[in-house]
């Protein structure tokens, strides 16, 4: 196969660039994790699992996300895009100094939480009018709760404004079931949670008049969250039908013409993954396990250094030895991170996508140090 590295850059990608990427994942049976970020710490720590397992990583924030990466003090009704584009800053100062492709993405947005995707948008376009290209890489409209002729309609109306910066539109059809980001599904049909042929397609056949940057998160049994073996029944095999029929209906030769992504994936078996990534999904959302892999690093910091961290001096070695090496935040939040990198990984070799991108990890010195300098205007526009 062609390699990655000889046709998409390191850094973040957008366009064109996003397009080489993902049709390469399609055409190689490999998908790329896609982690929620919540803090600088969170995207770090995936951005070096993505360098230390050689392969591309997206990084992709919530409405939660961002008002958290924004602070839970602020209460401006802009808080949570601001959040957003903030986190996405940090990202595309960071991204070039691990050497890898990194997609910038905004995470499930219901029809309530539209204004949060109308102040994403608006950072785009201020983004593109001065560097010739968006902010965020792909977006992502969740509007599975509505009527699908709704859902596609809006999906489509959205897509139109994006395409016109060559931002990826990824979309729902279907419900994914559980509880994820204020959105509960705990207590769905069971029949909702599989999405048919013709819904795909349905969507698939309005988007493409607007363009060919777009995804589909197709229902098939999915559900956010964690839960005990035997309570979600997956069906990926049905992904497959999916991209059968529609290569039936457009009679084409590809045998995978749409970009599937998976949602809901935490408990799934490596089975269940591969035939996933084997009917064309190109792209995978992970959270809970990297949220309980971030925690688990701490919890096994506080349980090793105990009696360390019990007071700013006195410990086993002595009354009046100091603590302060053990209740750094650089040295807790640190731990937190080497486990979720390990997660992160985890996710990478299941995923197949480990190994696709030797990491170009640039010389000592070879990057400004201000990569990223925003003129002057862009952040006012944005209320900043």
Not at 195 to 209: D, G, H, I, N
Not at 272 to 283: L, P
Not at 372 to 379: A, D, E, R, V, Y
Request: glycine share 8%; aromatic share 8%; with cysteine.
């Amino acid at each position: 196969m062609t390699a990655l590295t000889d046709i998409v850059p390191p850094g973040v990608v957008t366009g064109d660039n996003l397009v080489k990427l993902l049709e390469h994942a399609r055409a190689n049976a490999y998908a790329i994790p896609a982690f929620n970020c919540t803090s600088s710490s969170v995207a770090n720590a995936a951005l070096e699992a993505g360098m230390k397992s050689n392969c591309p990583v997206m990084i992709q924030v919530s409405n939660g996300g961002g008002a958290f990466y924004a602070g839970k003090a602020i209460k401006d009704p802009n808080h949570c895009a601001v959040g957003a584009v903030a986190l996405a800053l940090h990202v595309r100062t960071m991204a070039k100094y691990y050497g890898i492709p990194v997609v910038l993405h905004s995470d499930h947005c219901a029809k309530k939480l539209l204004p949060w995707f109308d102040g994403m948008i608006e950072a785009d376009e201020a983004y593109y009018k001065q560097y010739g290209e968006p902010l965020f890489s792909s977006h992502m409209l969740d509007l599975s709760e509505e009527p699908d002729d709704e859902n596609i309609e809006i999906c489509a109306q959205y897509f139109e404004r994006l395409a016109k910066m060559q931002i990826w539109l990824e979309m729902e059809i279907g419900i994914t079931g559980g509880e994820e980001d204020g959105v509960n599904n705990e207590d769905v049909d069971p029949e909702k949670l599989y999405t048919s042929p013709e819904q795909v397609y349905a969507v698939y056949e309005r988007l493409s008049k607007v363009g060919p940057m777009f995804s589909i998160a197709a229902a098939f049994g999915n559900v956010h969250g964690v839960y005990k073996p035997g309570n979600v029944t997956l069906q990926p095999e049905r992904l497959g039908g999916h991209q059968a029929y529609a290569k039936q209906q457009l009679g084409c030769d590809n045998d995978k013409p749409i970009f599937l992504v998976m949602h809901g994936g935490s408990g799934s078996s490596d089975e269940e993954i591969k035939t996933a990534v084997k009917h064309g999904v190109v792209k995978m959302n992970i959270d809970t396990d990297t949220q309980w892999a971030y925690w688990d690093g701490m919890r096994a910091f506080e349980k090793d250094k105990h009696d360390y961290l019990q007071g700013q001096i006195g410990n086993p070695t002595g009354p009046d030895k100091p603590n302060k090496k053990c209740y750094d935040p650089r040295v807790w939040i640190r731990a937190a991170e080497q486990s979720m990198i390990k997660r992160c990984q985890v996710s990478m070799d299941k995923l197949g996508c480990a190994g696709t991108y030797p990491a170009k990890i640039p010389e000592p010195k070879s990057l400004p140090v201000y990569d990223f300098q925003p003129k002057q205007g862009f952040l006012s526009k944005l209320g900043l």
